[in-house]
């Protein structure tokens, strides 16, 4: 099976832009989570959707939002973009059968500069 | 809220020694997961323990749940350099969080 993809790879943008990230789970997988990863935080999650719905949110402000799409291909979007937001941003599939206790197959990530 | 805290945050050993990182929870956990990301890669998944007291080996490495289902290890025998990268638990209750991660650093 192919693995997780994310585009684009790497993004730089500026204060105040928006940017929308995407991730397409392994085949037959139904929950795509996405998950924030900066050096000193560590990994954050950000939300979860399932079957196009959001199933859990972490705690990220509204400026932070998601969508996932019939065939299960999930957009991240982030509105007025700051530069705390540079980080590595993360989508990982799971067959979404078990909440919280699936194994989290992650893709390479979307590497966000924010100037 | 949930919390799941690693231990220590960054180990250096040379080649050959032992290496352990723990993993704690502020509360009772459901199970947990073990991922490895290697420098300039991704989270990979390792193992996932259920039960309380269980203990799993993959080759060099033990994994152990504590008897609670508080708290984990994970202990690699006799390090390799391709040991390398960062450790990640995970657990779970109501929400898959992810502890801060062990970077494990190896010299030949």
């Known amino acids: 099976k192919a693995g997780v993809t994310q585009t684009p790879r790497y993004l730089i943008k500026t204060r105040g832009q928006q940017v929308t990230l995407s991730c397409s789970p392994i085949s037959g997988h139904r929950s795509v989570s996405w998950y924030q990863q900066t050096p000193g935080q560590g990994l954050q999650f950000l939300f979860e959707?399932?079957?196009?719905?959001?199933?859990n949110k972490g705690n990220f402000p509204g400026r932070f939002s998601g969508r996932q799409f019939s065939n299960s291909r999930s957009e991240m979007n982030v509105s007025t973009l700051e530069l705390g937001d540079s980080a590595l941003y993360l989508c990982?599939?799971?067959?979404?059968?078990?909440?919280?206790?699936?194994?989290?197959?992650f893709g390479p990530g979307t590497r966000l500069t924010v100037l | 809220g949930q919390q799941v805290m690693q231990i220590p945050q960054y180990q250096h050993v040379q080649e050959g020694e032992d290496f352990t990182t723990y993993c704690n929870s502020s509360t009772t956990l459901s199970n947990i997961q073990w991922y490895k990301q290697r420098p300039g890669g991704h989270p990979v998944f390792l193992i996932q323990l259920v039960k309380s007291g269980e203990v799993k080996k993959q080759k060099r490495l033990t994994f152990q749940f504590g008897e609670a289902k508080k708290n984990s290890s994970l202990h690699i025998t006799a390090t390799q350099t391709t040991d390398v990268g960062t450790y990640f638990c995970?657990?779970?209750?109501?929400?898959?969080?992810f502890g801060k991660g062990t970077t494990l650093s190896v010299s030949s």
């Open positions: 995970a657990g779970s209750r109501t929400a898959l969080i």
């Open positions: 959707y399932f079957s196009e719905t959001q199933r």
């Open positions: 990982a599939s799971s067959s979404g059968l078990a909440a919280y206790t699936d194994t989290q197959y």
